[in-house]
């Protein structure tokens, strides 16, 4: 598979997605215990619009990864990588609800946003926090097996993946972002590592 991005460009873009992730949870964490409700409540569109921004960037994060072991990892890598992006799409899909719909039902039926979640939302939820957690969890062991990012990172995100089956809770995509963002450090050392022996070669 040739890869949409450059080793560089990847391993910025999954540290981009890392930092994004993190500073939202931090929010999602921090602000209740610091903040009055009235605050929390009219940050939500900004709050969420950050997650929301976070798992975009963690999308083209998560292309680029692949692309890097594409041919190493195999068919498991490919299965990986395509649940993953539709469980990455699906958290995607609940932070838009957040940021777009969430305010408005607060101000007109606050009472729905009282009700313990049941039904097709609870599905919708289970099905999310699931496909999230299977595919990236796969994508660590076809990490592992695949040999091109160092074993430790492997061993974390596959751990962070498995955590993320409670990815629409705060905060459980951390595992996730530091594991991501340890693979986009260690694409950007090993990108300035070639380019530093490049000149030598050329000599």
């Given at each position: 598979?040739?890869?949409p991005f450059s080793a560089r460009q990847a391993g910025l873009t999954s540290l981009a997605a890392a930092l994004l992730i993190l500073v939202s949870q931090g929010f999602q964490l921090l602000l209740p215990m610091t903040m009055p409700e009235?605050?929390?409540?009219?940050?939500?569109?900004?709050?969420?619009?950050?997650?929301?921004?976070?798992?975009?960037?963690?999308?083209?994060?998560?292309?680029?990864?692949?692309?890097?072991?594409?041919?190493?990892?195999?068919s498991l890598g490919t299965a990986a990588f395509v649940i993953a992006l539709l469980g990455t799409t699906l958290v995607a899909g609940d932070?838009?609800?957040?940021?777009?719909?969430?305010?408005?039902?607060?101000?007109?039926?606050?009472?729905?946003?009282?009700?313990a979640?049941?039904?097709?939302?609870?599905?919708?939820?289970?099905?999310?926090?699931?496909?999230?957690?299977?595919?990236?969890?796969?994508?660590?062991?076809?990490?592992?097996r695949a040999g091109v990012f160092p074993r430790r990172t492997a061993v974390l995100l596959t751990v962070a993946g498995a955590a993320g089956i409670l990815a629409l809770i705060s905060p459980f995509q951390v595992p996730l972002?530091?594991?991501?963002?340890?693979?986009?450090?260690?694409?950007?050392?090993?990108?300035?590592?070639?380019?530093?022996?490049?000149?030598?070669?050329?000599?």
């Amino acid at each position: 598979m040739t890869s949409p991005f450059s080793a560089r460009q990847a391993g910025l873009t999954s540290l981009a997605a890392a930092l994004l992730i993190l500073v939202s949870q931090g929010f999602q964490l921090l602000l209740p215990m610091t903040m009055p409700e009235s605050f929390w409540i009219a940050t939500q569109s900004l709050r969420m619009g950050l997650a929301l921004v976070a798992m975009a960037v963690l999308l083209l994060a998560l292309v680029g990864l692949h692309a890097r072991q594409a041919a190493a990892a195999g068919s498991l890598g490919t299965a990986a990588f395509v649940i993953a992006l539709l469980g990455t799409t699906l958290v995607a899909g609940d932070w838009w609800y957040e940021t777009f719909i969430g305010p408005a039902l607060r101000e007109r039926a606050p009472e729905l946003l009282a009700t313990a979640p049941s039904g097709s939302i609870l599905l919708g939820a289970v099905a999310t926090g699931a496909l999230f957690a299977i595919g990236w969890t796969l994508f660590g062991v076809a990490s592992l097996r695949a040999g091109v990012f160092p074993r430790r990172t492997a061993v974390l995100l596959t751990v962070a993946g498995a955590a993320g089956i409670l990815a629409l809770i705060s905060p459980f995509q951390v595992p996730l972002a530091l594991a991501v963002g340890w693979m986009g450090w260690w694409l950007l050392r090993s990108d300035r590592g070639i380019e530093s022996t490049a000149p030598a070669l050329a000599a």
